[in-house]
């Protein structure tokens, strides 16, 4: 891609060895807002990338999903040529934020991030509700990436965010990112409880599969502080997503995986 589209778009720029002049560089986005947050290459030296995008426009290439769901932001996966001249594969997710991306040994991807929407697709899920203002979300697409082999809500009754995400060479999924919610989903734990202050940080591991017991919920949700840098989300937990889209990225800011756009 040429030229700007409009408003932010994502790029992807590959430096020759000597890093004094550039292999490729393109644009990558719609007429709307786009925004790249992680790149990682396959074994063919294809650049991966998520991120967000609020265009209805955003280029798509032998999609999972080929347009957006409403009008917010939603999670987009691209996959561009290893001499950056095209688009080997490039879908929108669904409504919410990417901001990190890994992949398999067979080069299938794995993208986590956040979401706010009650309807963010599920499959084969170790959770398979919303269940607080802001959960994490980790999603591994099958083969070509026209397809999910599991995707699965992660979080508790606050603000939950994945910021990493990395594979093991069994197809274990380990997810890291911040958490406000004292009930955020533990298992053989080294630590079990929320220790205190805005946020804790998590890792949680994700078997291959992803299947698992679903945390039990308990009744209400509890008080958790508005994320540094983020503006307070406007859908409840049980709101129609996609009718109801949150207004504007609640940007992450306290990690070194997300950089405050301007």
């Known amino acids: 891609q040429a030229s700007r589209a409009a408003g932010f778009d994502a790029f992807v720029a590959r430096f020759a060895s000597a890093g004094t002049s550039l292999a490729y560089s393109t644009y990558l986005g719609g007429t709307a807002d786009d925004q790249g947050r992680m790149v990682v290459l396959d074994t063919a030296n294809n650049a991966c990338l998520t991120g967000w995008t609020r265009s209805a426009n955003f280029p798509t290439a032998n999609p999972y999903r080929a347009g957006p769901a409403a009008a917010a932001d939603h999670v987009f996966v691209s996959r561009l040529s290893s001499d950056g001249s095209a688009l080997a594969y490039s879908s929108y997710l669904w409504l919410g934020y990417g901001l990190a991306l890994a992949l398999d040994g067979e080069d299938r991807l794995y993208v986590t991030g956040y979401t706010q929407y009650a309807d963010f697709p599920t499959l084969n899920a170790y959770q398979t509700t919303l269940s607080g203002w802001d959960d994490a979300f980790a999603t591994k697409f099958e083969d070509g990436g026209s397809s999910l082999a599991w995707s699965t809500f992660l979080g508790g009754y606050g603000y939950d965010y994945g910021y ?21 989903p533990v298992v053989q734990a080294f630590q ?39 503006s307070s989300p406007t859908p409840t937990p049980t709101a129609a997503p996609s009718s109801t889209p949150a207004a504007g990225p609640p940007s992450p800011t306290a990690s070194p995986f997300v950089p405050t756009p301007t």
Not at 164 to 183: C, H, L, M, P, R
């Open 164 to 184: 990493g995400i990395v594979v093991d060479s069994a197809e274990n999924a380990y997810v890291t990112g911040k958490t406000s919610s004292t009930e955020f």
């Open 192 to 230: 079990g409880t929320y220790r205190g202050g805005d946020f804790d940080a998590f890792l949680s591991r994700l078997s291959w599969t992803c299947y698992g017991t679903t945390p039990t919920p308990v009744p209400s949700p509890t008080a958790s502080p508005t994320p540094e840098g983020f």
